[in-house]
């Protein structure tokens, strides 16, 4: 297999126009992906970005053939305002008016997390052809995790499942996540990285050789855009 291209990194002067311009990007994803299959299947994401990215996708994308995952999910009810899919209904699946049932959220109030993993992988097995993602939006984490995918935890090991649940000490909690084969063969991945916080993790996880959660899509996956704010991206060696 061919080695991955290297990751296209895109800055931008500003958060708004950071967000308009991956907005542009995913609709032309979304239109290609129907045209090829008749479906566009993307997994979103929760954060800051997102949240100011989901209104400008109102518009512009044929919701009623999309099929949307969630990359991960923290351990609260779907109405929980830590909930990424709350956040999501909130700014674009109910003002899109998405079909309830092209919409995959997490059962996250399911006594049994690993059970609910289980189910989530089916049902993306169910609903989505290899590959089984046209575009997985993702962010960093200032300790480079992605999704829930965080530094020395259990996820990053698993090689065999699409979905699992993950004990994350640092925070004291347990998660739900995509694992690296759906980031890995998805269409397109497209990162969006804002603000200082971010500066060290985005510099690190760019550079070849990097250990980091994100590292491993950045550097291992077909099509990789990332998408930063100056803030963000002051660190990065235009060499790299």
Known sequence: MAPAPPPDLVVAESVDALVDDVAAQIRRVAAAAVAAHGRFRVALAGGSTPRALYPRLIQGVDWTRADVFFGDERAV????????YRMARETLLAPAQVPAENVFRWQTEAADLDAAARAYEEALRRRAPRPLLDLALLG???DGHTASLFPGTAALTVEDRLAVAVDVPALKTRRLTLTYPVFLEAGAVFFLVTGPDKRAALADAVRPGSTLPAARIIHGSRVVRIFSD???AQDINPAT
Do not use: H, M, V, Y
């Open 77 to 84: 009810p779907p109405d929980d305002p830590q909930s990424n």
């Open 140 to 142: 960093l984490g200032p």
């Open 230 to 232: 100056r803030a963000a």
